[in-house]
């Protein structure tokens, strides 16, 4: 039977430098750790036969703090040459050459970015806005060593956050030409049973519709618009397969270094995810999904009109 999954999510290493105020990192790690090389192959020969048309290297760390993260890289495209790989990263380190060499396999790389200066620094604790400075400073002295790999900047917009995007845009994006756009995403929340306790009004909404055409992500959607049961493939460090990178603290439905890729695939917690989701009926994993509850949210941005006062 041909495998459906064309869009892998795999966390290599949970190590992190930070403590981002909208990430459950820190409810979900309990032992920071790297996957070995040998590993990786070991992963990549069970998922070979999968179709994947993208695949994001990341997780619940710091993909560049993996000290043979090119190699990560470089072994992935091996076994899937055609898959669009995508890596974000928090810029909080100086580029090295594991960085540089990362790039020559990354179709796209997402620069982490919320807010400017002291709210950026809030935000992703203990960040510094200096620091940023200086590793865009580097990719700016290194263009042809970064002019294949397409550098985005990944905003998420939060109440802290969402009246500084023209700030950043000026002190960012018209400074570093090699940006190629800007990606708004309204934050959400990672954890079973919990949700985002962020409340949109309609003094954010207003704010943000400005630059509505940043704004990512699908709007109407139901669950049966959810492509994770059935499509997607999402791995953590310790090789346990969950259901979606929207759920990270939930039980695996099995794990690659021991269990087959078939029985992983056809696990009655999958299957059952499937058809629930395709009748709109959720169950308990997916009932309090935050991309349901943003989903008007992101409808209200992007219809948003100013009621004219006569």
Not at 66 to 76: E, L, V, W
Not at 124 to 149: G, H, M, T, Y
Request: with cysteine; charged share 25%.
């Amino acid at each position: 039977m041909p495998y459906e999954v064309d869009y892998v999510y795999l966390e290599t290493t949970t190590y992190c430098n930070l403590d981002c105020s909208f990430c459950n990192r820190r409810d979900v790690v309990k032992h920071a750790q790297h996957m070995g090389l040998e590993d990786w192959v070991v992963v990549q020969e069970r998922i070979k036969d999968f179709p994947i048309k993208e695949a994001k290297l990341m997780g619940l760390g710091e993909p560049f703090l993996h000290p043979q993260f090119s190699d990560i890289c470089r072994i992935f495209k091996e076994y899937h040459p055609n898959a669009n790989v995508i890596v974000a990263t928090n810029a909080q380190y100086t580029p090295n050459e594991n960085f540089y060499e990362s790039l020559k396999y990354i179709g796209q790389l997402y620069v982490s970015i919320d807010g400017i200066k002291d709210t950026y620094e809030s935000e992703r604790v203990p960040s510094k806005w200096s620091k940023l400075i200086s590793f865009l400073d580097d990719l700016e002295k290194n263009q042809a060593r970064i002019k294949d790999c397409d550098l985005v900047v990944n905003y998420v917009v939060t109440e802290k956050t969402y009246d500084q995007i023209d700030d950043l845009k000026k002190e960012i994006m018209d400074r570093y030409k090699f940006f190629s756009k800007l990606r708004l995403n309204i934050a959400q929340w990672w954890s079973e049973g919990e949700a985002l306790t962020i409340t949109f009004d309609s003094k954010i909404i207003k704010e943000v519709s400005k630059n509505k055409d940043l704004v990512m992500g699908k709007s109407p959607w139901n669950f049966s618009d959810c492509f994770w049961p059935s499509n997607g493939f999402y791995m953590s460090v310790n090789g346990d397969v969950k259901i979606c990178c929207l759920n990270t603290n939930t039980t695996p439905i099995g794990n690659v270094f021991k269990d087959n890729i078939d029985d992983i695939l056809n696990s009655k917690k999958r299957i059952s995810i499937q058809n629930a989701n395709a009748k709109n009926q959720p169950l308990d994993h997916c009932k309090a999904c935050d991309y349901k509850s943003l989903a008007p949210v992101i409808s209200k941005i992007r219809n948003y009109q100013e009621v004219a006062i006569i």
